[in-house]
């Protein structure tokens, strides 16, 4: 496996490049994009640390239900006139389109998680079985979905769809960001937020961490476990499903059978490098982690060190605080 990820790199000495220049000089592009990105990476991670927290579970299904997501979006928006240009429609008319994309995308997610979890998990719990079978049943779930819709949808990329055409906001000492930018990381955030204020304010946010810190206790309190575990999964996917949205937003042409694998990796490692159990650590994870992988990338000058550089941060982290940056807040490891 090494040999073989060794043989698709350059051997030549263009394939690294330590250029200080050149990141002082891309620092502020690599800054906002590396944002957007991690705005995205952090709203998966949303819901691997959900699951995790309530059911000590790594959910690595949690890309696919990503990926249906995406798949979502664009035969909404491929029924409503998109293509690879923006259609020609006015600001309130895209508007509207994309919040019907977004609700079918959130929609579709949500529906793949309350089915990974109706099917695949609830029927393991109630056996009890080793903490491993879990997450080999969640592998096995991953590729599952994944060859299920290479069989439909074979193994290209669906056609690349534009939503609008970015537009010039402002600029930061000659870096201009865009209205894209701005919309993917404040409906990142806003979401994040408002997911937080919910584990903590609401009722049922008060379920999901009295199970997450004592399920047995929680469920002699009158508190419906499967109903939180259910709950948990569909919130997870309806974040995977606005993340679904962005994704598509930044890169046209991403939908694809496996698209969401790498990405659900970064995702996951957001989470881990955050605090996997914490809401606030999969944001402040996410954020870093697009960062890192953009600053590394200017940094050594080749684009292929951009997932190097981060998951070795990544590693630096956990061997110094193996919780992550921000640790668990939702429930303590049960392993």
């Known amino acids: 496996m090494?040999?073989?990820?060794?043989?698709?790199?350059?051997?030549?000495?263009?394939?690294?490049?330590?250029?200080?220049?050149?990141?002082?000089?891309?620092?502020?592009s690599a800054t906002f994009d590396g944002l957007t990105f991690g705005a995205i990476y952090g709203l998966v991670a949303l819901g691997y640390t959900l699951?995790?927290?309530?059911?000590?579970?790594?959910?690595?299904?949690?890309?696919?239900?990503?990926?249906?997501?995406c798949y979502g979006i664009f035969f909404t928006l491929s029924s409503l006139g998109f293509g690879p240009s923006a259609p020609n429609l006015s600001v309130i008319a895209?508007?509207?389109?994309l919040l019907i994309a977004l609700v079918v995308g959130m929609l579709a997610a949500a529906a793949m998680?309350?089915?990974?979890?109706?099917?695949?998990?609830?029927?393991?719990?109630?056996?009890?079985?080793?903490?491993?079978?879990?997450?080999?049943?969640?592998?096995?779930?991953?590729?599952?979905?994944?060859?299920?819709?290479?069989?439909?949808?074979?193994?290209?990329?669906?056609?690349?769809?534009?939503?609008?055409?970015?537009?010039p906001v402002f600029d930061v000492f000659g870096t201009i960001v865009d209205s894209q930018q701005i919309i993917i990381v404040l409906a990142a955030v806003i979401m994040m937020v408002g997911v937080d204020q919910f584990i903590n304010r609401s009722r049922t946010g008060r379920g999901i961490?009295?199970?997450a810190q004592d399920p047995d206790t929680a469920t002699l309190m009158g508190v419906n476990r499967d109903r939180i575990i259910v709950t948990t999964f569909i919130i997870g996917g309806l974040l995977a499903g606005a993340a679904a949205l962005f994704y598509v937003m930044k890169i046209p042409s991403g939908v694809q059978y496996n698209g969401g694998f790498v990405l659900g990796i970064k995702a996951f490692a957001a989470a881990v490098l955050g605090g996997i159990g914490n809401v606030r650590g999969?944001?402040?994870?996410?954020?870093?982690?697009?960062?890192?992988?953009?600053?590394?990338?200017?940094l050594l000058g080749n684009s292929q060190w951009t997932d190097v550089v981060a998951f070795v941060v990544l590693v630096l982290v956990l061997l110094i605080k193996p919780t992550g940056i921000l640790g668990q807040s939702m429930g303590r490891s049960r392993a």
């Open 94 to 97: 895209i508007i509207g389109d």
């Open 51 to 69: 699951v995790y927290g309530v059911l000590n579970l790594i959910n690595f299904a949690h890309s696919e239900v990503f990926i249906v997501g």
């Open 209 to 211: 961490r009295a199970v």
């Open 2 to 28: 090494i040999s073989l990820l060794l043989s698709q790199l350059p051997m030549d000495d263009s394939w690294i490049n330590f250029d200080i220049q050149a990141f002082i000089q891309n620092f502020w």
């Open 282 to 298: 999969a944001l402040l994870g996410g954020l870093l982690l697009g960062l890192i992988g953009n600053y590394g990338q200017i």
């Open 113 to 167: 998680a309350y089915i990974l979890e109706r099917v695949a998990y609830r029927p393991l719990r109630k056996r009890n079985p080793p903490r491993l079978v879990f997450l080999i049943t969640a592998i096995g779930a991953s590729f599952t979905i994944q060859y299920t819709i290479f069989l439909v949808r074979g193994p290209n990329p669906e056609p690349a769809v534009t939503m609008f055409i970015p537009t």
